[in-house]
């Protein structure tokens, strides 16, 4: 299995709901409402000795930051994570897709170079001439030899109105682009029709994600296409609300999850009844990295028959988390239930695995082959 690694505009977000759930709301969806207070006397000792025996300064925003961080982290679950002011803020910004200052490419590894895998049309990336397929060789004159992805990426990125210089290999020829940096948010909807088949790229589930499938699901329809392939291959997820929606575009009335606090079912979502895509074959990309909302949509149109998998395993997430706001611009996402497919299917640590397994390896990146959209384009034939 292959989970490439890319960056510059492509954001990470993990399933979470949109909604705020507090005091008043909670009882009615079943959620525990907690009045008691946790006591913190040790906590309160070990403050008092640590001030009056630290050889230095003391930042109580910190000391408080650190408490709060490290009584979330105590939970012992992954997803439950305590996110400071500036943390909370980039959390929200890769929710959005919003990455900054950046180029608007698309940077992967390539026999284990950085490389370009694509460019966003009318970026800074677009307009340089910055093309597919080219090697990231250095950046600001700085060689990228030896250095992880990660790090090359926070080498572009940059300061809005800011200029960066890469030198990339094309070929046997070298080039040189300076960029301007702007503000770049990836679409987190792309739409293509080849050879009759409709190909609808979700990247996150967001706010908008659900309005933009939806027209493109509408287009698709106009150009009446024989099939459509929904790749949801490295999306790690997003919001429920609009997971839900997705699944909606092929579903009609039917339950697309259900959430489960302890025993309890305290939720349970179900689509709409304007299914545009109703009865049109379709085929659902997955890999490694399609996780949570990724998996609920894929999970709701196997359960329910109306598409088949094709791929590898998905990433294995089936809580959902909540996202509350704290004092001081902090962020708390708590995990709430665990959910469910509609036929019962807790996937958690497990995925979904595919009813149609097809590898894709590094020797298919590196050969820009895709043997997994190959064999969807081929089933929908």
Known sequence: MLILACAIIVGYAGGTRN?????????????KVVTGSLDLDSVQTTYRQLKAKFDGELDEQKLIEGASRGMVAA??????????????????????????????AEIGSRDLKPTVI?????????????????VIVAVNDIATAGK??????DMIRGEVGTTVKLTVLRGLETKEFTITRAQIKSPSVEREIRNGIGILTLRRFDETTADQARKAAQYFRSRNVKGVILDLRGN?????????????????????VSERAGEHIVDELKSGNDPLLEGV????????????????????????????????????????????????GALLKVTIAKWYTPKGKNINENGIKPDIEVDYTIKDANADRDPQLDRALKVLK
């Open 19 to 31: 909604d705020q759930i507090v005091g008043t709301v909670a009882p009615f969806l079943g959620f």
């Open 75 to 104: 939970a012992g679950d992954d997803y439950t994570t305590y996110f400071d002011q500036e943390e909370a803020e980039e959390f929200r910004k890769d929710l959005a897709g919003d990455i900054g200052g950046g180029i608007g």
């Open 118 to 134: 694509r460019t966003l049309p009318g970026t800074p990336a677009d307009k340089s001439g910055l093309k597919s397929g080219d």
């Open 148 to 153: 992880i992805l990660d790090d090359v990426v």
């Open 236 to 256: 790690g997820g997003g919001l429920l609300t609009a997971a839900r929606e997705i699944a909606g575009i092929w579903l009609r009335d039917k339950v697309v």
């Open 281 to 328: 074959p379709t085929v659902v990309l997955i890999n490694g990295s399609s996780a949570s909302s990724s998996e609920i949509v894929a999970g709701a149109l196997q359960d329910h028959g109306v598409a088949k998998l094709i791929g590898e395993k998905t990433y294995g997430k089936g809580s959902v988390q909540q996202l509350i706001n704290l004092p001081n």
